[in-house]
Nanobody
């Protein structure tokens, strides 16, 4: 059983930066960040296999966000934040080593954190 605890969410101004962290208890092979804004579906943001071999980003964060993993913690460094990045951000983990095509699919993950809120004001 994998347990996930996120931290790092905050309120920032347009153009600001935040670093989210997710501590995992257990040894997942794949981890990801998803986000969900009010009234919208949960969407993939960035994901990786914990060995660092595979990394995936959704188009709207490419070049602004960076996912990384060290020891038992997943990080998401978010730069150049925009109001449309406002959402609850969730960490997810899978016991399996996922193929690239599945890394950003919510259905690929069995374990989820409680979420951390990111709010960006203009």
């Amino acid at each position: 059983q994998v347990q996930l605890v996120e931290s790092g969410g905050d309120s920032v101004q347009l153009g600001g930066s935040l670093r989210l962290s997710c501590v995992a208890r257990g040894y997942p092979e794949s981890m990801a960040w998803f986000r969900q804004a009010p009234g919208k579906e949960r969407e993939g943001v960035a994901a990786m296999t914990t060995d660092g071999v595979r990394t995936a980003y959704t188009d709207f964060v490419s070049g602004r966000f960076t996912i990384s993993h060290d020891a038992n913690t997943l990080h998401l460094l978010m730069n150049s934040l925009k109001p449309e990045d406002t959402a609850m951000y969730y960490c997810a983990a899978a016991a399996e080593w996922l193929p690239l095509s599945d890394l950003l699919r919510p259905s690929s993950y069995d374990h989820w954190g409680q979420g951390t809120q990111v709010t960006v004001s203009s």
